[in-house]
């Protein structure tokens, strides 16, 4: 009986970390990024922070098209950002991209699903 009550907690510890059942969910496909809006991403260094499908130091693509901003409206985040709309995260420093090159990165991120 004393050998029971001794194996008991290990038992117990055994069992705490026994898999979960596995369930069975489909796989979400990242989101697709243009040749052309990758190009820009990274000449102009979106890609050092931020990323498709896996967190870097900014938030994911998806993630930042589920806020619903404007194009408009994130290219002026992009030109002057407000740190309070990504708590959680390190504040993001003013980046100059060009007019035409955010125009695009913008309208890319406002299609995203």
Not at 12 to 27: D, Q, R
Request: hydrophobic share 45%; glycine share 4%.
């Amino acid at each position: 009986m004393k050998k029971i009550f001794a194996l008991l907690p290990i038992v117990l510890l055994l069992a705490a970390f026994t898999p979960a059942s596995k369930t069975v969910s489909k796989p979400v496909a990242d989101p697709v990024i243009p040749a052309d809006v990758q190009a820009l991403l990274d000449k102009n260094g979106c890609t050092a922070c931020h990323h498709v499908s896996r967190k870097l130091v900014g938030p994911i693509w998806p993630a930042i098209a589920a806020k619903k901003y404007s194009a408009k409206r994130i290219t002026q985040l992009v030109g002057k950002p407000e740190p309070a709309n990504w708590p959680g995260y390190p504040p993001m420093v003013a980046q100059k991209v060009p007019k035409a090159e955010m125009t695009k990165i913008a309208n890319w991120l406002v299609g995203l699903k």
